[in-house]
């Protein structure tokens, strides 16, 4: 099992609705949770952070975090062609010292004008 | 805004050369990373470092090595490139505090080996 899972996709998605990406991840202690947008041929870019259970909003975004089923997902509502890209999700474990992140796969969103 | 940079942002050369591609940030972020990704495939860690001198191998093997002798570079090697070593190479920053600090990353370098 992969510490960090996201459906690869790709995910198709109509000009306007609300887009849902999922990510599971193995380790409990883990305590941050990040998601980034990579455009193709681009650097990862951070989009939201999210440390504690429940919702936290930025604009059309909205990332939720259950710890207890050990899942964060990224809401984008109104969704527009340029939020086409690979979302990448990223998890923190808890630990002294330990300040590497483990990214999942990505899963593609394409948004259908 | 993060402001981390990385030169060149593309690089085809031969096999057998040796190769530095430098990353270098402003931010006075205590910790660096370099990541190498292949088109359409995952990040892998490679390399990291926590501050000056402390340099650290990643989860991926790696032929490159790594130094940080600056705060504010860190700069990745490979003695002799191989076509093996054709990929996009990421490098990354994060400010210092423990727990929630973010990576903010450089746009890259593309690396072709002939």
Known sequence: QKEVEQNSGPLSVPEGAIASLNCTYSDRVSQSFFWYRQYSGKSPELIMSIYSNGDKEDGRFTAQLNKASQYVSLLIRDSQPSDSATYLCAVKRRGFGNEKLTFGTGTRLTIIP | EADIY????????????????????TMGHDKMYWYQQDPGMELHLIHYSYGVNSTEKGDLSSESTVSRIRTEHFPLTLESARPSHTSQYLC???????GNQPQHFGDGTRLSIL
């Open chain 2, 6 to 25: 990385q030169t060149p942002r593309y690089l085809v050369i031969g096999t057998g050369k040796k190769i530095t591609l430098e990353c270098s940030q």
């Open chain 2, 92 to 98: 990354a920053s994060s400010a210092p505090g423990s």
